[in-house]
T-cell receptor, first 113, second 112 residues
Framework: NAGVTQTPKFQVLKTGQSMTLQCAQD?????MYWYRQDPGMGLRLIYY???????DKGEVPNGYNVSRLNKREFSLRLESAAPSQTSVYFC????????????FGEGSRLTVL | GNSVTQMEGPVTLSEEAFLTINCTYT??????LFWYVQYPGEGLQLLLK?????DKGSNKGFEATYRKETTSFHLEKGSVQVSDSAVYFC???????????FGRGTSLIVHP
């Protein structure tokens, strides 16, 4: 009963390093999302994928890229990490864009030094 | 686009106290409204929802009523427990794109 699985759960990077956060869902959902959560800011949408083969920018896309590898997997890449990207990242999925009910992973805590 | 505003926390209560967390929304039409809960160290999970005006969502003793007259969706619980300590988020789809938009979250701390 995995749901949404994110890896890694914790990561420490140096400024300028790159890394990819992986996300996979086993619920056959069409839509997937990447959010970041910062103290006092709630959740802010980075990128989303309405369906396999499509990706779109959210509220805070700068410094990130995404890949919808297949229906199950949606990865988030930081090409050149900056301290401002220190955050907790959440992947989420929904059956469709108009259902509104999100299923979240447990989060990936990223620290950029 | 659509948006929500939540009361700021933290909200600190003693066990068995009554809880209200305020949420007001701005929206075109009458979209579904949601409350999510985030327990320490976990991702968010849906707590309850209401799909149309005047609906009441309920789960685990929590309730919220979709009130179009006051554009509100306040979360209530009659008797909180220590295990309810968490961060609570109000949310709604952001206009035509249906992308879920969240409030800033309200931290609830319940003491024994």
């Amino acid at each position: 009963n995995a749901g949404v699985t994110q890896t890694p759960k914790f990561q420490v990077l140096k400024t300028g390093q790159s890394m990819t956060l992986q996300c996979a869902q086993d619920m056959n959902h069409n839509s997937m999302y990447w959010y970041r959560q910062d103290p006092g800011m709630g959740l802010r949408l980075i990128y989303y994928s309405a369906s396999e083969g499509t990706t779109d920018k959210g509220e805070v896309p700068n410094g990130y890229n995404v890949s919808r590898l297949n229906k199950r997997e949606f990865s988030l890449r930081l090409e050149s990490a900056a301290p401002s990207q220190t955050s907790v990242y959440f992947c989420a999925s929904t059956e469709g864009m108009n259902t509104g009910e999100l299923f979240f992973g447990e989060g990936s805590r990223l620290t950029v030094l | 686009g659509n948006s929500v505003t939540q009361m700021e926390g933290p909200v600190t209560l003693s066990e068995e106290a009554f809880l209200t967390i305020n949420c007001t929304y701005t929206a075109t039409g009458y979209p579904s409204l949601f409350w999510y809960v985030q327990y320490p160290g976990e991702g968010l999970q849906l707590l309850l929802k209401a799909t149309k005006a005047d609906d009441k969502g309920s789960n685990k003793g929590f309730e919220a009523t979709y009130r179009k007259e006051t554009t509100s969706f306040h979360l209530e619980k009659g008797s909180v427990q220590v295990s309810d300590s968490a961060v609570y988020f109000c949310a709604l789809p952001s206009g035509g794109s249906y992308i879920p938009t969240f409030g800033r979250g309200t931290s609830l701390i319940v003491h024994p």
